[in-house]
């Protein structure tokens, strides 16, 4: 939520020596569009604090900026789906990685050269097939599981655009009136 915050100007900034930090007090006028009191910039009192034994910095803050409640839903929402995200494609990672193995394991039981294993082209190939018969290539014992994985994935996404398309037909039929 911070994250929107600008500096518009540092209003004041002195320094001084303390016994365990070198501190520095700052006055800034910091501006967001999401101010709980609407306004566009607000002024907030900081202090930089550097230990005088390590040199490590740090701040302290009286009053932390105070934002609105539908900003701060919004950030957690934002947070979460980028969070999703993020964990969608780690399990993608992870799922393409056990696909490779599988195939490289069936190349090898096959004889079959491991450079000329792809999972991406097996996917393409996948997807260019016609849905009977990736129906029935799916239902022989012979195929390798990593394949019978693409098949399901790619029956699984022409049955979703279907439902999909369904859908909007019957939708468009079924309009329902605002009441």
Do not use: C
């Amino acid at each position: 939520m911070y994250e929107s915050l600008k500096l518009n100007k540092i209003v004041k900034a002195e320094a001084e020596e303390g016994v365990y930090h070198f501190n520095i007090f700052l006055t800034l006028e910091l501006s967001s569009d999401h101010f709980k009191s609407g306004k566009s910039s607000e002024s907030f009192g900081i202090i930089v604090l550097r230990s005088n034994e390590d040199g490590v910095l740090s701040f302290a803050i009286d009053d932390f900026p105070e934002m609105t409640e539908a900003s701060i839903e919004q950030f957690w929402i934002n947070m979460v789906e980028e969070h999703r995200r993020k964990r969608n494609l780690k399990f993608l990672e992870l799922e393409e990685k056990g696909l490779l193995e599988d195939a490289l394991s069936d190349a090898t039981k096959s004889q079959v050269s491991a450079e000329s294993v792809s999972v991406a082209a097996e996917r393409a190939k996948v997807a260019g097939m016609d849905t009977d018969a990736l129906s029935q290539l799916e239902s022989k014992a012979a195929t390798p599981a990593y394949q019978k994985h693409l098949i399901a994935e790619e029956l699984d996404k022409r049955w979703a655009a279907f439902y999909r398309e369904r859908q909007a037909v019957y939708d468009s039929q079924h309009a329902h009136s605002e009441l």
